[in-house]
């Protein structure tokens, strides 16, 4: 794999530091446009450095996916069967289609499930990336942080439209690929 190549795979348990690391620097790295700078350091659980036990505790039940760039992590998306929980890319990747391939790579789990339709709760300044990704807002509504902070969202949904791929399972094209 080439410095530049950007693959996919499981998240590990060794990456929960990182991938707490990403969350907040993703967060920091957002202007208080759509959100005051409480709700924004809310939305980080308070951090300014890494704590990977809530990541840890979230992959018991959640399916984690990372982007990496030779052996650094750089971005990464938790989902549940049709629900794509959580997508944050660092802010030095974040443009690149690193977003966009994780996403992929959740809609074609979710299809290969035998799932025809995915949601997700955009942020605000999420709102215009999922649409140019197909999604469609459903409603804004509140979201309640875990330290009781509540901020608007939009609920968006997907509808998949499936190809048959070979064996009869359902298969969506990657924008790249995925190891």
Same mark, same amino acid.
């Given at each position: +794999?080439?410095?530049?190549?950007?693959?996919?795979?499981?998240?590990? =348990?060794?990456?929960?530091? +990182?991938?707490? !690391?990403? #969350?907040?620097?993703? /967060?920091?790295?957002?202007?208080?446009?759509?959100?005051?700078? =409480?709700?924004?350091?809310?939305?980080?659980?308070?951090?300014?450095?890494?704590?990977?036990?809530?990541?840890?505790?979230?992959?018991?039940?959640?399916?984690?996916?990372?982007?990496?760039?030779?052996?650094? *992590? /750089?971005?990464?998306?938790?989902? +549940? *069967?049709?629900? $794509?929980?959580?997508? %944050? &890319? #660092?802010? =030095? %990747?974040?443009?690149?289609? &690193?977003?966009?391939? $994780?996403?992929? #790579?959740?809609?074609?789990? !979710?299809?290969?499930?035998? /799932?025809?339709? *995915?949601?997700?709760?955009?942020?605000?300044?999420?709102?215009?990336? %999922?649409?140019? @990704?197909?999604?469609?807002?459903?409603?804004?509504?509140? #979201? %309640? @942080?875990?330290?009781?902070?509540? *901020?608007?969202?939009?609920? +968006?949904?997907?509808?998949?439209?499936?190809? !048959?791929?070979?064996?009869?399972?359902?298969? $969506?094209? $990657?924008?790249?690929?995925?190891?």
């Amino acid at each position: +794999m080439s410095a530049n190549e950007i693959s996919l795979r499981p998240a590990q =348990k060794t990456d929960a530091w +990182m991938l707490s !690391a990403i #969350h907040i620097a993703a /967060i920091k790295a957002l202007p208080a446009t759509f959100y005051t700078q =409480k709700e924004l350091l809310a939305w980080r659980n308070y951090r300014d450095k890494p704590d990977g036990s809530n990541i840890l505790k979230r992959m018991k039940v959640e399916t984690f996916w990372v982007a990496i760039e030779g052996d650094a *992590v /750089i971005g990464f998306a938790s989902f +549940m *069967v049709d629900e $794509l929980i959580g997508l %944050y &890319v #660092h802010p =030095k %990747y974040q443009g690149k289609g &690193v977003g966009r391939d $994780l996403v992929q #790579h959740f809609c074609n789990e !979710a299809a290969e499930q035998g /799932i025809d339709k *995915v949601i997700t709760t955009a942020s605000l300044y999420a709102e215009g990336f %999922y649409l140019r @990704l197909g999604f469609t807002a459903i409603q804004k509504s509140p #979201h %309640y @942080l875990t330290s009781g902070v509540v *901020v608007p969202v939009s609920k +968006m949904s997907k509808t998949l439209e499936a190809q !048959a791929g070979c064996c009869g399972k359902v298969m $969506l094209p $990657l924008s790249r690929f995925q190891k």
